[in-house]
Nanobody, 116 residues
Framework: QVQLVESGGGLVQPGGSLRLSCAAS????????MGWYRQAPGKQRELVAS???????DYSDSVKGRFTISRDNAKNTVYLQMIGLKPEDTAVYYC??????????WGQGTQVTVSS
């Protein structure tokens, strides 16, 4: 079955960095566009970054220049490198399949907390 497993979250000080990973199984990963989303307490889930099967990326304005999405098809993994973290980046971060027969599968999420 399809599984997406996020990892790499944690507590970091403002200005710090984290790299999130999302390992996929049960899908032909290289053919899928993937997205990173986040949901802060009391807010709607929002798209943070996306990457197509060919590697084209897109970012929300709030993270542009600070976050980088990438993928390693050999490892069936999509990454989110985050630098210059701000308290407003605090949220649960999820990955999701954004295309394909198994469109709309979510991982369980990983908590990112930015606080001094």
């Amino acid at each position: 079955q399809v599984q997406l497993v996020e990892s790499g979250g944690g507590l970091v000080q403002p200005g710090g960095s984290l790299r999130l990973s999302c390992a996929a199984s049960g899908i032909n990963f290289s053919f899928y566009a993937m997205g990173w989303y986040r949901q802060a307490p009391g807010k709607q889930r929002e798209l943070v970054a996306s990457i197509t099967s060919s590697g084209t990326t897109d970012y929300s304005d709030s993270v542009k220049g600070r976050f980088t999405i990438s993928r390693d098809n050999a490892k069936n993994t999509v990454y989110l490198q985050m630098i210059g973290l701000k308290p407003e980046d605090t949220a649960v971060y999820y990955c999701k399949t954004d295309t394909g027969p198994f469109f709309g599968y979510w991982g369980q999420g990983t908590q990112v907390t930015v606080s001094s």
